[in-house]
């Protein structure tokens, strides 16, 4: 399963790997993801939001719940 989940990160726009990763397995927040990536808060969530809608589509269609 992990081995999916690493092929389908891969898969991924850069941006979205970068803010996927950081929230999702390194567990920062919206704001201090915006500090990391020097990046407005706003456009820190319009890539969350995004990066997170693609990947849940990426996994699902592997069969993955996001949520496991």
Do not use: C, H, W
Not at 40 to 46: A, N, R
Not at 53 to 64: A, P, V
């Amino acid at each position: 399963k992990l081995k999916k989940i690493y092929r389908i990160m891969q898969e991924l726009k850069p941006e979205y790997k970068s803010v996927i990763y950081l929230s999702e397995f390194e567990g920062f927040s919206t704001d201090e993801i915006s500090k990391i990536l020097n990046i407005t808060f706003i456009q820190t969530k319009t890539l969350l939001y995004n990066a997170r809608k693609k990947f849940k589509n990426l996994l699902e269609k592997e069969g993955i719940n996001y949520n496991e």
